[in-house]
Structure formats: structure tokens, C-alpha cells
């Protein structure tokens, strides 16, 4: 009896789960994104730096005590290499190098494709660089300007407050940026990427959050006094909450727009 309740409120919660979660797991495109690349390419450098530095080191290490002078006037003898040792030593470690190199050069070059491919079925949102703010343009005309944003407010929170760079979860974004007078750059830190903004010039890049959460844009290029004071938050949300703060922020636009119109006809 009891096992059976048991097995009972056990297949509850399984049905649970899986009705909780229908369309999340397919809403996120199962694609490579440049974040993940560059992560992943990132920390085979780390541990091929690792591997060769203590390689390297503790065998330094140990030729050097096991090979150290032991009387001032010691002269070392060492056993001649003829032609064909010589270049084997040189070649065959060389070629192992290159070898791994020439993997991480490869890897470098997928991740690079990556970065640059927008993939299918993205949002796009134009940004306007200037000194010292980032304007975004929504697909329906919704703009959010960095400098919007409330300095009272505490930009570790995590509600979403005015300036910030809103976005759904699961949706690849694309970034169509153009700048107005200097040299900016684009630094999504916590996505690790970065592209210049340059007048005269139309550049991209590409993101998407997996989940919910919150980072920073940074410009990553001097441009001038208020370099900076120029950034804002990414906030990833859900599809249904990002709807939500879009439609508002519609209404907002029109509301102003509505209210300058009367007060030029008043005037
Ligand atoms: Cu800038």
C-alpha cells in the first residue's frame, strides 16, 4: 500500500515536471552561439597553457638538479647527436606544437564562422552609438536610450528599470549597430564579445541567453569624457515577460507622443 503511494506521488511529480515544462526545453534553438565558442575555445588554451608550463617547468626543474655542476670547473659531456638525432629533435617536437596549435587555430576558425553567421529566425535591434549613450530600436519602433536609466536605482536588482537592454530568452539577437560621431565599441562582457561601432559604418553581432538573467553592455573604446558613464544592462527574460514589458513600453511611446502633439496644437 504504501509503496504504491509512494510510486503514485512519484509519477505525479514527473507528470508535473514535464507539463511545467512543455516548450522550454524547444524553445531554446539548439545552436551554437559565439558565447559558448569562445568559452570553450578559452579554456582549451588555459589547459594547454597548464599542461605545457608544468611539463616544460618540472622537467627544467629536474634537469637542472640532476645535471648541476658539481665542482666549479666541471665541463659537461654530453653525448654527440649526428645529423638525422639532430633534426628529429628539432622536427618532431616542433611538429607537436603545430599540431596543437594548428587544432586551436581550427577551432578558432569554426568559432569565427560562428560569430559571424546570424542565425535563421533572429530578432534584430539597431543601436545607435553616440557620445556618451547606446540607442536601441525595437522591431516595432520601441527605443530604449542607456542614458534612460534611474542612477537611484540599484543596478544589481533585478527588476527590470528604465535603460535597460531587454531580451527574450531563447531568441537569437542580432545587434545592427551604426555610430554618429566617434569610434565606440559594443562590449557584451558576460557574453564575451565585442564589435566596434564606427561612423560611416554598419557592423553586427550576435547573442542569445539560454536563461533568464542580467549582465552588462560596456562601450569598450575611448571615446571621449563620459566614456565611462556609457553602458547599461542586458536583462534576459522570459518570452511572456518580454512581450509584457514591450507592450508597455509601446503604450509609454505613444502615450508621449499623444501628449506632445496636444501641447503643440494648445501652443
Ligand atoms: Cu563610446
Redesign the pocket.
Known sequence: MKHKAHRFFASMLVAAFFASTPGMAAEIPNIPTPTEGWNTVWHEVLIDLWVIGILFGSLGAYFLVKYRAKDPDAVGSGKKLDFRQALAWCLIPCALFLADDFMLAAKGWTLWNTQRTIPAGSMEIKVT????N?TYEYPNGVEISSTDRDTDKNLFGTEIMDGDLVIPVGKPIVMRMI?SD????FGLTDYRLKED?MPGRVTYIWFMARKPNISQVV??????TN?SG?YNRVVAVSKANYDTWLAKKKQEATLRRRTYAANIIKR
Open positions: 552609438a553616440s557620445q556618451w547606446f555610430s566617434v569610434i565606440h565599441s561601432i562601450c569598450v573604446e575611448f571615446c571621449g566614456h556609457m
